[in-house]
Structure formats: C-alpha cells, structure tokens
C-alpha cells in the first residue's frame, strides 16, 4: 500500500486530524483510498484491505484514537477484522436499521404508512469530511456530515444514473433500476405456486381481500435486483432518487420493500438534473408518498382488472389477441366515432365572389381583395354555415349560393360602381403562450417538426436526464422564480429591454387537478444556455430549442397592432344589393411574436403572413372593381385525428392523464386498432367490430363522461378523500359503496356515484346472447354487399362472392363503386406453373397487402412450414405475371454481399412499402424495384454511408428558377411540411400567401431570398458565450436510453440470463471525445473496431506503462503490466462476445416484426408491461442497446490502454486500487471507472 498525501476532500487525499495522538486508520471510498494518520502523517505501514468504501482495516499507530469509532458491523460485512479495538466503540457502533413492523394483509404485506427519512446514529469523528462534487464543491453541508461512509443512489435510468454521479464524486455509488423492479405477473407461469389454484390467480390480484396484488419480480430484474442488493450491503446509506411522479414514487416503494435496507433510507426528488437541484435535494430529503403510491397502484390494479376482463371477450367475439383497456379503448372510439362521422357525410357545394378593388390613388397599396357577403341583406353561406355531416346548419340564416347564380351575378356586376359601406378599425393585442405542458409540448411538436408523442416523449427524455430540461412529465405552467429571472434575463440580452415587461408573467395551469407544486417544462438551472450554447443536436436540439424558445417567449412583452375590416356596397343593374368584406390586420410591435409564433418554424415569414395591411379610406371613398370571379367551394368531411389533436381532445374531455397519452397512443397503433396515414390516426374495421361490442356490452366503460369520472376519482385517492379498497370493490363487485372522507359531490351516475351498477365482473360473465357474425358485419349502404371482419382481416361479401379488402384502405374511402369494384377482380389461384428446382406447384394470388406469388405446399408438409412469397412490382399483374418472373420474384430476398465492419449480410428485399436494403436491423429504401437484382455491394455500402432519412424521403424540386444574383447559386422551388418554399441550397424562404407556387418568376424567388437574406440570422440562434468543450460529454449515449429504460415482463430463461447479466452493468461516465451515437452500428464504425476485435493483438502485447503523474501521486511500484494485458484481452473477448449477442437480440426482434402471427395472447395492460409480441420486440431491442453501449465502453476503455492514460479515474483523478477491481465483477468496474490498478 503506498502513502496518500493530498488533501481530505480529494479521493485518495490525506486528512490531518488534530486530536492527540492517533493510531493510522484506513477508510475507502468508491474512487480510491484515504490514509489518516498521527504524528507522521507520511508514514504508511501495512494494510489489510477495503471493500465497498467502508473501514475494514486499522493498524500501525501506537495509540487509539476515541474519535475513530469502527464499525465492527461493517468489518463483519466484508469478511476482515480490525486489528486493534478501539476504546468505546461499543457505544459508538452504528445501530442497524429496523423495518417498521408492518400490518400484514391476507397474503401479501402492505407497505409502511410511514417510512422513516432517516434512522440510525451515525458513527461521527470529529474531523468531518465534506462531500464533494466533480468540480470539488461541497454538495452537502461540513456541518450535516458524518464519518466518511458510503451512500447508494439508485434512480430509473442509466443515463440518469451517469449524469448525477458526475454531480456527486466520490462517497457516492449512482445505480439505476432499470424501470421497474416488480409487477403484477404477465401469465400463469409468472404466477407463485402457492396461489395458481386460486380463482382469481389468472387476475394477480385477490379480489376477495381487500383488492391485494401479487407483486413479482421479472426474470430480466433479477440480476439487477441482486447487484442492487450487493450494493446495499456495503453502503451505509440509501437513497432512492426516483421520478417524483406516481411511477417513480412506486418505483421507490418497490424499491424499499423488496431490498429490504437495514440502513437509513432517505428519498430524495428534483425536478432538474443540476448541481443545485440535487445539492437541494440531498438537503432535503422527505419520506415516501404512500398516498401517490396507493394512487399508482389502484391504477394499475384497475387497468389489470379493465384488460383481463374485457379482452377475453373480444377473443371469443371478434378475433384472438385483442385487447380492451380503461383509457386505450376510450381513445380507439374516439377516433372510430370521427371516421363514423366521414362516413356519415355527405359533400354539399356553394359558391361566393371574389374582388380586387382599386382605391384610384397612388399610394400602398392601392388594391385589395375582397369577397362576396351579403346578397340583398342575406348572409352568403360559408364553409362555417355547414355541419359535420355536410348539411347547411341554418338554411333560413343564410343563402347558399350556386354556380350559376354566382356566375350570373358575377357578369351583372361587371363595369358597376361600388363604394366603400363601413370601416371598422380596433386594437389588437396578443399575449404570449404559457410555458411547456407534457401535452402542449407534445402538440407543438407535432405540429412543428411532425414528432409523435412517443417520440417527443423519448426525446424530452434524454434532454432531462442529460441535466438540459425540467422533469418533462407535468400538467403544470408554472415557472419557479429563479427560472422567470432566467427566461428575463435573456430577453434583455437577446431581444433588448423594450421586449421585456415591466413585471414578471405568472401563469396558472388550466388543466384540472394540476399540481401547481410542479414547475413547466424548462430549460434546466438558474441561467438558461441558448441552444448554441447546449453542444446538442438532431431531435435533442430542436427539441430543446421548441423548449427554450417558448419559456424565454412566456416572459416577452404581448404583441400589438391594429385590426381593420372594410365593407364595400355594390348592385347590379336590376338593382341587386351586394355586400363585398375584407379583413387586414397591421402589427405596430411584435413583441413575444418575434421570438416565437406557434405552429410556425420561422417567425418572421409567419409574421409577414400574419400582416395583411389595407388601404387608407374612409366611408364613401369610390372603388373601381378590376376583377370579379365567381369562386367554388366544396365542403370537407371532419379532419381525421392527429395524435396532437387525440392528445388535446384527451385532455379537453379530461380522459386519462397526460403523462400517459403517448403511451395511449402507442398502444392502439400497436394493437392494429388504429394505422397512419401521413400524421392523420385512421382506424380499421377491426377497430370498429371492438369499439360496436364495448358500445353494447359494457357502455359505461367506453362512455367518455364515465372514463373522466373515474379520473377524478383516482386523483381523489391520491388526495386521500377516497378509499382505494372501497372504490375498487364498487368498480368491480358493483353496489354503491366506496368510503369517503369529504364533502365534494358524487358523480352522477356509474362507479362512484352513489347509484346501484352491476359492476365489472358481472358485466363480464353476464354476456347474454352476442351474435358474433352480425357483430363483425357492416352492410354498405342499400347495395346488398356486407364488409365483415374475419379471422385473417377485412374482406366483402356478396352472394356468396367475397374478395379482400385492402388493410390500408380506411373504412370511409370504401364505397359502393370500389366495393363493386373488388369483387369484379378475379379471385382465388392463378396457377403458373411448376418450379423445375422443386417441384412445387407457384400461383399468383390477391392479397391484404397486394397481388403476390407463392408456392403450393404439398398436404404432408409440417405444420410450421411457410411458403416462398414475393409481392409483384408495380408494372406487373394477376394477369400479365409469367412463371419465369414469379421464380424470380420468389427468389428474393437476394443476398448482396457481407458488411465489412460486422460480417452480416446485406440482403436486398421487396416489402409492402416497396424494395430496400436490410442489414441486420438496418433498413434503407432503393429507389426502384428493379435495383433489388442489380444492386452491388459497394453501392449498398454508398447508401448506408448516407444519413438515414427520418419519414418521408426528400421530395425532388418542383421547378427551376434560375440562379440567385447574389449567391450565384440555383434556385429551386420545393414543397415542404409548412408549404411551398423557395431555396438556392444556403437560404430557405417561405412563399407569401399571395404567391403561386405554379406562377412564381425567378425574380420574385430573388426577392424572397433577397429578404430573408437582409433579415439575418435569428436572435435566438446567437450564442452569447463560447461553449465549454466538456458540453460535449452531455450528450452520450442520449439516442439509446429510451430503449434501455424500457422493462418487460416475460422471456425466455436462458437468453434472458445471459443479456440481462452481462449489459445491465452502466457505466456512469465517459470520454467527452467518445459520444456514442443513437445509431450504435455506425458508431461501432467510428470506433474502427476491425483492428482491435481480435485478440492477442500487437497493442495487448505492448501496452504502455501509465502517464500519471499528477497532484503528487505516485506509483510505489511499476504498474503490473501483466494484469493490464489480462484485462485489455479480457475486454477484447467481452466486446466480442456482446457484439454477437446484441446482433442476436436485434435479428430476434426483427423476426418479431416480421411474424404475421403473435405468439402470445395480447392484454391491455395501461401502465405496466404487457405480454405481447410489441414488449418481446421491445425488450430484445432494450437489451441490445444496453449491450451496444457496454460496446462503446469497452471501445472507450481500450483506447485508454493503447494510450497509456489507464490507471486512475476519470471522475476524480485518484488512483484505483486492485482490491476495489477484485472486489467488483470486472464487467461492472473497469467500464465505469476505465481499466486501471495499482501494482501488488
């Protein structure tokens, strides 16, 4: 053992102590050693040793010290002795941690209603050690410290677990759960053995006493489970640093109940991941929410009973492995109550006038537009005057205008006088948004950047625990005062003083039952970094600077300007009266628009639209009119659902909870209830065979009034004015029971209400006579053909005649033309001969998914075969197919070649969306079918080179306009998400309203860039200071802890085992120089691996000896290189094997996706893991990210070794000592701490 010399509050460091004499005594910490010495501080004997950051080991010294109590129950922990006693330790000795004796249920124990925040006398010395972060600050008080000792912090996620124990250095080990630890068993075999017979055994939950879940803990937790138990073992201290929302607070709880501390327990809660929010938070700990666990857990319990109940029913009427839930099949009505409506409507015409008037003098602008309003005192109908169904609301109110009257009136018109009627000026003033929701943030994403909320949420969630955001799940606007100092401070920089108010903006939150405690979604610290400044990019920086953009925007002045409304008069010569109307509106200061307009990428072409300036006239002034058009209007059927437009009508009717809208959504597109078309959410007929039997069998759990009630009944539990049994057993037994502990008003009728209601389970058992044929059969319309929903999908019948439906064809576009249609097409098998190199008989059929060839199977083949498909191009058909391109097409998929980075095949495929590339889980799209047979190696290699395109491909331009004059550059008109726009390859500028894309000159898109260009850049996008280099580190691994956060339920034991085991390990930090990518294949290629993934390498066999030398540290001995070639080759052997087992895992998930049948029945299971083929794709894909970031550690702690910068960690500098690497599996310690040791 060598001598430390250094200071007390750096890891490895020497603390004098100015009691008498002393004998030397030996404390560890997770990053080095700490010698304590008497007299000689420099005099360092013999040691025995230290594991897990406790005391185990004290000698050399001749006389004790009462200060330097030792924990014999540690010593006893690590299996070593102290060799001398130390007077009064038994006094001093740490009393262990009691669990409060709990009140146990039937079967399962109940949780604590109180779990203490701490318990236990620490052992204290008189010379405290502060605690002290990455930079050396001080994170918790000297005054409030103890003995060094060790503290475990478990949270979530690893990438939240890397971003704090930055925070926390040394004394502090951060360890994530990995989502949850436990929950309800997902299928028999999950089920205990003692309670298989019981009959509610299939639910996990007694119902007949008292509601009591079965709590398991998943075969892939285990192995997490029991690292987090070693850990607890030699730590003195836990905290549990969960989310503070109800997920997190039962993560906590599970936590607590299923390690079982013998330790003080703290629980902690930030709603930043910053230096001083966690400082904060470990300042003030508080104890566990058993109201808002109780809250959790009577929602879990209630979707459990909801999913398992109903779902059986829909298995028996509709079609096996469907699923029904309290809030998904509420949601999947909605959006078949819309397509209903599409179907319902019928499309109406009416016609108008369009004018350009000429106010005769020279000044601008000198004309206007103007359209028809009135007709002799009548109100012209607009789109507004019709419904939903297409019918004019009020036909007495207005007069609908046809084409021939409009036509005629038009000419009548002509060559008329008007004058100016009225005009009407008034103030205009808009405030500015409130700050980020969850579900305005979700909205405003889709909007902007065509996000789902899945993605949002993903996204939103890397950015909080990389330290950039506020906690992103929350209902509500509120802004903490340093956060509205922050957002003022930066408009005053940015914008200058006259944007900014006199008084600070308060917003309260609309949204009910909102917890004003919580803040808006923010920019995280007391100063906001610009988005320049965040070293962010991709999803992350848009994300962030929607973010930054909207809270800066919420402390801005309110826009102000005029608004002006002219009214000019007319007639015919018959004297007909007409009225024209024109509205403008002028902008004088812009205010908070300048910064942000929503629904707008750029605010300052948006504003440009806004403003429409009229001419100057007064009541009288003559007008000249130089055009008039009779214009045609059709009536639109009521626009489809978007998920931003489902998750706002969520939340209007107050169904569900925003944090779980994404998942809401998630679910229904999983389950096939509901598919996209371009954003809009359309549903399908399966969709609408479940959502007719929910409506006739169990109304009140799909009635929206009934769904928003038990809301409010579950945020009433979390309140504690609700008791959970008494609600759950009304929800499920029925009756009018559920105690109360307020006043407030029932609801009126169902669960809650006071009324009598039969209650789930009778509801479920009690299903009478349900025909399941006129169940699944529509009739369209009077035309005798009948669309029915069949085991294999949608398909028409008529007269015994039937043909398939299309899948993606949505169920108001199938009319009785295109019914007649499809059964007009030939069906059944068109045979085209024999295969000569099988024998098997191919035919060419019409599917679900398109015409296709097949093979014939022979009647003895085994039950599992499947037979060679291929889809026909789009020039071919059922009857133009030849056998020869039937071979051909069947001969697909066509290997390309091996990819030279990882040795798997790139095959080219034809699939429903068209021909690609696939390389393991990595698909691209090839521009034409014809490149699947001629596509090379190298070629295909040039296409994975490029970015991968997110969505849609980029569309080609739409027209050549030229070349700039000042860029000297082409120009190109495009069509983009937010409309047409003009481009010379540097410059983007959006089209006016008043510009055709199809007439638009050369000159005028000169112009628009011209302006645009004098414009300059944004004022947000300006850094004020130069960013840090180390900004960079924030972002690793981001695009990948989504993945590996996400938990499941079931797997098969032996695969399970072995990936769980082997990347559940996370590394808390990392090289800046290192970021791993969220594609981790292309990263793999960045690392240039195909050097270093075999073993026995040159490097390994001659690795440099360390260049450490800093601070005063030494090395008493050469480092043993012997060791570091053992583990330089050992990390060689693990990379290789996780790079065969990641690809596993992927190639697994990807056939997952690829099965046409589920293997496992499908529940609703809202807010937990359900067993289904979505979560075994899903926990595979988990796995391997968590085994290709392991990847990138390794790659990271090779390069250590080939450098020679090995031997000390990166957190604190110290040296890292052999015993701590023998101590901790190798798999867990050299990735965090990068391979390192100090000589035997």
């Given amino acids: 053992m060598r001598s430390a010399s250094s200071r007390g509050t750096s890891s490895g460091g020497r603390v004098a102590c100015t009691a008498s004499t002393i004998g030397t005594y030996v404390v560890g910490s997770d990053v080095g050693v700490a010698v304590l010495a008497g007299g000689d501080a420099g005099r360092v004997g013999d040691w025995v040793g230290l594991v897990g950051g406790v005391l185990v080991a004290a000698s050399l010294g001749s006389s004790p010290c009462p200060q330097a109590a030792v924990s014999r129950a540690a010593a006893a922990r690590t299996g070593r002795t102290c060799r001398r006693t130390v007077p009064g330790l038994d006094r001093r000795i740490q009393r262990p941690y009691v669990r409060p004796r709990l009140a146990p249920g039937p079967r399962n124990p109940r949780r604590p209603r109180t779990v203490p925040a701490r318990v236990g006398t620490p052992v204290r010395c008189r010379t405290p050690r502060t605690h002290t972060g990455e930079r050396g600050r001080a994170l918790v008080p000297e005054k409030n410290d103890t003995r060094p000792h060790r503290r475990l912090v478990i949270v979530e996620s690893p990438a939240k677990a890397r971003t704090i124990a930055g925070y926390l250095g040394r004394g502090y080990v951060v360890e994530s759960s990995i989502g949850h630890i436990r929950d309800l068993p997902h299928g028999a075999a999950e089920v205990p053995t003692k309670y298989k017979k019981e009959p509610w055994a299939r639910l996990g939950v007694d119902v007949d006493h008292g509601f009591e879940p079965i709590y398991v803990v998943p075969a892939d937790k285990r192995a997490q489970i029991k690292k987090l138990k070693s850990l607890l073992k030699d730590s003195d201290e836990l905290f549990l640093a969960t989310d503070q929302d109800r997920e997190g607070e039962a993560i906590a709880w599970h936590l607590f109940d299923e390690l079982k501390p013998k330790v003080p327990v703290q629980r902690m809660v930030f709603r930043e991941i910053t230096r001083d929010a966690i400082r904060a938070a470990m300042e003030s700990p508080r104890e566990i929410d058993t109201q808002l666990v109780d809250a959790q857990e009577t929602r879990r319990i209630l979707d459990r009973l909801y999913g398992y109940e109903v779902s059986p029913v829909l298995w028996k009427k509709v079609m096996p492995r469907l699923s029904a839930g309290r809030v998904q099949s509420v949601a999947t009505r909605l959006v078949v109550d819309r397509e209903r409506e599409r179907m319902a409507f019928r499309a109406a015409e009416y016609w108008d006038l369009d004018a ?39 036909a007495a109110a207005v007069r609908q205008v046809d084409e021939s009257t409009a036509r005629e009136l038009a000419a009548a018109l002509t060559g008329s006088t008007f004058s100016v009627a009225s005009v009407e000026s008034k103030p205009y003033k808009r405030s500015p948004y409130a700050p980020f929701r969850t579900t305005t943030l979700q909205q405003e994403a889709s909007r902007k950047f065509g996000f789902g909320a899945k993605r949002t949420m993903q996204v939103a969630q890397r950015l909080y625990e990389n330290g950039h955001i506020t906690y992103m799940r929350t209902d509500s606007t509120t802004l903490s005062e340093s956060a509205v100092n922050a957002a003022r401070t930066q408009v005053r920089e940015l914008y200058g003083a006259d944007y900014l108010p006199e008084t600070p903006r308060r917003y309260l939150s609309k949204v009910k039952n909102a917890q004003e405690a919580h803040e808006a979604i923010r920019p995280s610290g007391d100063a906001f970094r610009t988005p320049g400044q965040t070293g962010l990019n991709g999803d992350e920086f848009r994300l962030y600077e929607l973010i930054w953009m909207r809270t800066v925007a919420s402390q801005m002045r309110d826009a102000i300007g005029r608004s002006v409304s002219i009214r000019v008069g007319g007639q015919t010569d018959t004297g007909t009266a007409v009225e024209f109307g024109a509205s403008g509106q002028v902008i004088t200061f812009h205010g908070f628009l300048k910064a942000y307009v929503e629904g707008a990428d750029d605010p300052d072409a948006e504003l440009d639209d806004r403003e429409r300036r009229l001419p100057d006239v007064a009541e009288g002034d003559p007008l000249v009119a130089l055009r008039l058009d009779a214009d045609g209007h059709s009536t639109k059927p009521p626009a489809r659902y978007t998920e931003a437009s489902l998750i706002k009508e969520l939340e209007d009717r107050e169904i569900g909870r925003p944090s779980t809208y994404a998942s809401i959504i998630g679910t229904i597109l999983d389950r ?93 058992t009690d299903l009478g006579d349900i025909d399941a ?162 596509v090379t190696l190298d070629e295909a290699l040039a296409i994975y080179a490029q970015p991968k395109q997110r969505g849609r491909a980029a569309s080609p331009p739409l027209r050549e306009l030229g070349v700039d004059p000042v860029s000297l550059k082409p120009v190109v008109l495009k069509e983009g998400r937010f409309g047409a726009y003009v481009t010379d390859g540097e410059l983007n500028a959006t089209l006016r309203r008043d510009d055709d894309p199809a007439t638009i000159t050369p000159a005028r898109a000169a112009e628009l860039l011209a302006d645009k260009r004098a414009k300059g850049p944004a004022p947000k996008k300006r850094s004020a200071r130069k960013t840090p280099a180390k900004k960079t580190a924030a972002k690793k691994t981001a ?48 690392m240039t691996m195909a050097s270093s993934s075999a073993k026995g390498s040159s490097t390994s066999n001659e690795l440099p000896k360390p260049r450490f030398n800093k601070d005063g540290f030494g090395y008493t001995k050469d480092f ?77 702690a090779i390069e250590r070794v080939k450098a020679g910068t090995y031997g000390y960690s990166l957190v604190s500098g110290a040296p890292i000592p052999l015993e701590r690497l023998e101590a901790i599996p190798w798999s867990t310690e050299l990735v965090a701490e990068k391979v390192g040791g100090i000589g035997r």
């Fill in 356 to 394: 350009i008037f000429d106010i005769g003098r020279a000044e601008e602008p000198r004309t206007f537009g103007a359209r028809l309003m009135s007709i002799e005192g009548q109100r012209v109908a607009q789109g507004r005057d019709f419904g939903s169904d297409g019918l004019i609301k009020d």
């Fill in 672 to 764: 096939g209830y509901v598919f996209k078309r371009g954003s809009a959410l359309v549903p399908t007929w399966v969709a609408f065979a479940v959502t007719r039997l929910l409506e006739q069998q169990f109304a009140s759990l799909v009635d929206y009034d009934f769904t928003a009630r038990m809301e409010d009944t579950l945020d009433e539990i979390a309140a504690g004015r609700q008791d959970r049994v008494g609600q759950l057993t009304e929800f499920y037994f029925g009756g009018s029971g559920g105690s109360r502990t307020t006043d407030a008003p029932r609801p009126k009728s169902g669960p809650g209400s006071g009324d009598s209601w039969e209650g789930l389970r009778a509801l479920a």
């Fill in 773 to 934: 044929r006129e169940l699944n059969s529509f009739p369209l319309e009077d035309s005798g053909i009948v669309l029915r929903v069949g085991r294999f999908g949608p398909y028409i019948e008529r007269d015994g005649q039937r043909s398939s439906v299309p899948e993606d064809l949505p169920p108001a576009e199938l009319t009785v033309a295109l019914a007649e249609e499809l059964l007009a097409k030939p069906s059944g098998d068109h045979p085209l001969g024999t295969d000569p190199a099988t024998g098997l008989e191919i035919v060419a059929k019409d599917g679900r998914y398109g015409p296709y060839v097949t093979e014939v199977l022979p009647a003895d083949a085994p039950k599992n075969a499947r037979p060679r498909t291929g889809s026909l191009f789009k020039d071919m058909s059922l009857d133009t197919v030849t056998l020869e391109a039937a071979l051909t097409l069947l001969s697909l998929p066509r290997v390309v070649g091996l990819d030279p980075e990882t040795g798997a095949e790139i095959t080219a495929q034809n699939g429903r969306y068209g021909p690609y590339l696939k390389n393991g889980t990595d698909s691209r799209s090839l521009e034409r079918e014809e490149q699947l047979f001629s």
């Fill in 1039 to 1086: 695009a990948k802890q989504t993945a590996a956060k996400q938990t499941a339920a079931k797997k098969t034991t032996a695969k399970q085992t072995t990936a769980t085991s082997s990347t559940s390990s996370q590394a808390r930090t990392a090289p800046a120089n290192h970021t791993a990518r969220s594609s981790t294949r292309r990263a793999e290629a960045d």
């Fill in 1120 to 1196: 043993d290189l012997t060791f570091v070639k053992a583990m330089h080759d050992s990390l060689q052997e693990e990379r290789v094997r996780l790079t065969g087992q990641a690809k596993r895992l992927e190639d697994e998930a990807t056939q997952l996706i690829e099965e046409a049948e589920m293997g496992d029945v499908q529940f609703d299971d809202e807010g937990g893991e359900g067993d289904t083929m979505v979560v075994e794709r899903e926990r595979d894909l988990a796995l391997s990210a968590q085994a290709r970031e392991t990847i990138a550690e390794i790659d990271a």
